[in-house]
């Protein structure tokens, strides 16, 4: 695999001292009183180590071989325009969705709108203040949708914390009205089993469908233990958002036996999660595909029938990957890049000891056709630039470039910052651009880095958990072509048909 290593510690001090952009920010309420936000949704508190990894780090940052704490660096063909710090939302950044000149920031305390009009000068016009992780955000027309996928006293934005165990509990999707970007207003709820963790969208004319993925972390989850398995499918009506309900739940790990089909997990296969439903979900409606990244499995269905998925093939990696997180599509249909969140993405994955293919994308052809299309491993790409043991880094949120003949995409790694790389070849994938930040500390391992990494209209647009909202600019022969490319909305979940549906 090459990369930009060689380079690394020459450009190291060429990083971008960051400008905050102004802010104009009003923080709404979407619900009749106030919410606090609930350090129950926080993550988990930072773990410490050892005295030798302390040290590592620090002569690690002495010695240029990573950044100091909190320095930004980059590679010479990627800038970084703005900043925008965390503001009346303090929570963990999350998702990102994107429409005409609006970002859409998902946040555990609720969600921001930033007018993106000029990216070097993002403004936030919005925050909804509406506590409950993951808030994982998408936009459809005058529809907003959030994801809820942590036990609340009720469905409101002024909703508590409260065990999962109480008969009252929460969790599921929320739908707001974005007709009036300035005021966002809440219109909707639907609870799902087991909440949702993410969800993905099948817009079409009059209605709207939502994929919400959830699964069960343990049995003490009462609506979702054993055989979970599947995916609840939500219809919204554009015209009458207030009718959104669950149409199906469709089963995609059939089996026998109280754990149903999917990965058994450990002991049968160590160190591989267990499969109890679907962390991510991309589909590709203009092919009438999708890709689900479902713990222990990956998965390939028709959704012919939206409220039908339908299981093509179905594949494991018993060697290196622990927890199939998300999923993209090549332009083209014939690849899916898979994600191994290894640790959570609480964990210091990014180094020597873990290794290049743990923690890491797995490249995957498409062979085939109709209902015989197979899923064929191809090869691994993770990032060769080192972490410290205090930063949690692993393969995360991304998106394609759109550049014709090419598959290019860049993608979140949390601490290990943003990676811009090409798979074309699928047995040798490369990195072409990065970005990064140092350490956030060198005692204890403290999350944060990017959650979410997304390419829209010319600039790269990155949600970083504790840094706030960033936009970089890419300024390579390889991708230039893609500035070409404009959209009027991006749901990274949904992929568009790039070079049908927009302007090129």
Same mark, same amino acid.
């Given at each position: 695999?090459?990369?930009? =290593? !060689?380079?690394?510690?020459?450009?190291?001090?060429? @990083? &971008?001292?960051?400008?905050?952009?102004?802010?104009?920010? /009003?923080?709404?309420?979407?619900?009749?009183?106030?919410?606090?936000?609930?350090?129950?949704?926080?993550?988990?508190?930072?773990?410490?180590?050892?005295?030798?990894?302390?040290?590592?780090? =620090? !002569?690690?940052?002495?010695?240029?071989?990573?950044? @100091? &704490?909190?320095?930004?660096?980059?590679?010479?063909?990627? /800038?970084?325009?703005?900043?925008?710090?965390?503001?009346?939302l303090t929570g963990t950044n999350s998702d990102l969705a994107f429409q005409g000149k609006y970002a859409f920031s998902g946040n555990y305390d609720g969600f921001r709108i930033f007018d993106i009009s000029n990216p070097k000068a993002p403004v936030s016009v919005a925050q909804v203040l509406c506590p409950g992780s993951q808030n994982d955000v998408s936009v459809s027309g005058d529809l907003l949708f959030l994801s809820t996928d942590s036990s609340r006293s009720d469905n409101s934005c002024r909703s508590t914390t409260q065990p999962a165990t109480e008969k009252s509990s929460w969790e599921g999707m929320k739908i707001f009205d974005i007709s009036d970007i300035r005021n966002p207003k809440y219109v909707a709820a639907v609870e799902t089993a087991c909440g949702s963790h993410t969800h993905t969208l099948v817009p079409e004319r009059r209605n709207v469908y939502i994929?919400?993925?959830?699964?069960?972390?343990?049995?003490?989850?009462?609506?979702?233990?054993?055989?979970?398995?599947?995916?609840?499918?939500i219809k919204v009506p554009r015209k009458a958002p207030e009718q959104a309900a669950i149409v199906n739940f469709p089963v995609l790990f059939p089996g026998e036996?109280?754990?149903?089909?999917?990965?058994?997990?450990?002991?049968?296969?160590?160190?591989?999660?267990?499969?109890?439903?679907?962390?991510?979900?991309?589909?590709?409606?203009?092919?009438?595909?999708?890709?689900?990244?479902?713990?222990?499995?990956?998965?390939?269905?028709?959704?012919?029938?939206?409220?039908?998925?339908?299981?093509?093939?179905?594949?494991?990696?018993?060697?290196?990957?622990?927890?199939?997180?998300?999923?993209?599509?090549?332009?083209?249909?014939?690849?899916?890049?898979?994600?191994?969140?290894?640790?959570?993405?609480g964990a210091a994955t990014c180094n020597e000891k873990i290794g290049p293919h743990r923690g890491a994308d797995g490249i995957y052809d498409i062979v085939g056709k109709g209902d015989r299309r197979k899923l064929v491993f191809r090869s691994y790409y993770k990032i060769d630039r080192h972490q410290a043991d205090t930063e949690n880094c692993v393969a995360h949120n991304g998106s394609l470039i759109p550049v014709k003949g090419k598959d290019i995409m860049v993608q979140s790694w949390y601490q290990g910052g943003v990676s811009v790389w090409d798979f074309t070849d699928s047995d040798n994938p490369k990195e072409i651009a990065y970005f990064e930040r140092g350490p956030l500390a060198t005692d204890k391992l403290t999350g944060g880095g990017t959650w979410s990494a997304y390419y829209y209209n010319g600039y790269i647009y990155s949600n970083d958990m504790r840094k706030g909202f960033d936009v970089l600019k890419l300024d390579d022969r390889r991708t230039d072509p893609a500035k070409r490319v404009r959209m009027h909305e991006l749901n990274v979940q949904t992929q568009p048909d790039y070079f049908d549906d927009f302007d090129d």
């Open positions: 695999m090459t990369s930009l =290593r !060689t380079t690394r510690v020459r450009r190291r001090r060429l @990083g &971008v001292a960051t400008a905050a952009a102004g802010l104009l920010a /009003t923080l709404l309420t979407a619900g009749p009183a106030a919410a606090v936000p609930d350090p129950g949704d926080a993550p988990a508190t930072p773990a410490s180590v050892s005295s030798q990894q302390e040290a590592e780090a =620090r !002569t690690a940052i002495r010695s240029g071989e990573i950044p @100091g &704490v909190d320095e930004v660096v980059h590679s010479d063909n990627i /800038t970084h325009v703005a900043n925008v710090p965390l503001d009346a994929y919400v993925s959830s699964y069960s972390p343990s049995a003490a989850f009462p609506d979702c233990r054993p055989p979970h398995d599947g995916i609840s499918v036996g109280p754990d149903g089909g999917g990965n058994p997990g450990a002991p049968t296969n160590p160190g591989v999660s267990k499969t109890t439903g679907c962390h991510d979900i991309t589909v590709l409606p203009s092919k009438d595909l999708a890709a689900g990244a479902c713990m222990g499995d990956g998965i390939l269905f028709s959704i012919e029938d939206p409220e039908h998925p339908r299981v093509i093939d179905q594949v494991q990696d018993n060697v290196n990957f622990a927890f199939w997180h998300s999923a993209t599509f090549n332009q083209k249909a014939n690849k899916v890049i898979f994600t191994d969140e290894l640790g959570g993405g």
